[in-house]
């Protein structure tokens, strides 16, 4: 079984629960994912599984036909078994009621100042106040005479890699091969996301 699987973020939307709470949840759509290559624990240490998705093929100069593929990504399994390159894995390896961590680069804000990106709230608006957005005072001419490091300040906001763990998948279409996973995650509609399963309900 493996234990990943490269997606692409559809939307949010809401799923409904049997006790009518309202859930909100993101789709990802998984096309089937190729088994590029597999590490073996004789040769390289550990059992590991490279799948990627976008494939191209193109033609080296003494006409050799290659395969390329846009994005991969290893991932660490227990068995090799049923996963030889050129295998296609599909979403059928993320049943409902699955754990899985989803990573993802955020959306990018460019550069932003301190109220944008830390919060502040600001100087005073009137009485000839010339300080409205700023971040007021940031080092000291005493002990120990710098900025300190960590201090919040203007700076380039998102594009950052981001994990969430432990989000629950509500449903599974194997043949649309789309899943449901509760929550939020990173990045704009149609960024590529990495899901990785830490618990199945085959385990449980």
Known sequence: MCK?????????????LESGES???????IEPNTVV??????????????LGVGAKKW????????????????????????????????????PVESMVSVSGVSKGKGFQGVIKR??????????????HRRPG???????????????????????Q?????KRPVMSCDVEKGIICVKGPVPGPTGALIFVTVENSPEKK
């Not at 830390?118 to 300080?131: C, R």
């Not at 005072?137 to 594009?159: E, I, L, W």
């Not at 890699?161 to 763990?165: E, H, P, R």
Request: aromatic share 6%.
């Open 4 to 16: 990943g699987l490269i997606a692409r973020k559809v939307g949010m939307s809401r799923v409904f």
């Open 23 to 29: 859930v909100p949840v993101t789709y990802l759509e």
């Open 37 to 50: 290559r597999t590490k073996t624990e004789e040769r390289d240490g550990y059992n590991a599984v490279v």
């Open 59 to 94: 033609k080296s100069r003494k006409g050799k036909e290659n395969t390329k593929y846009k994005v991969q990504k290893e991932w660490k399994v227990e068995s090799l078994e049923g996963l030889d390159p050129g295998t296609q894995v599909t979403a059928k390896e993320i």
């Open 118 to 131: 830390h919060g502040f709230h600001g100087g005073p608006k009137t009485h000839g106040s010339h300080s």
């Open 137 to 159: 005072s940031v080092g000291m001419c005493a002990f120990p005479g710098r900025v300190m490091k960590g201090k919040k300040m203007p700076g380039r906001m998102g594009n």
């Open 161 to 165: 890699k981001i994990t969430l763990s």
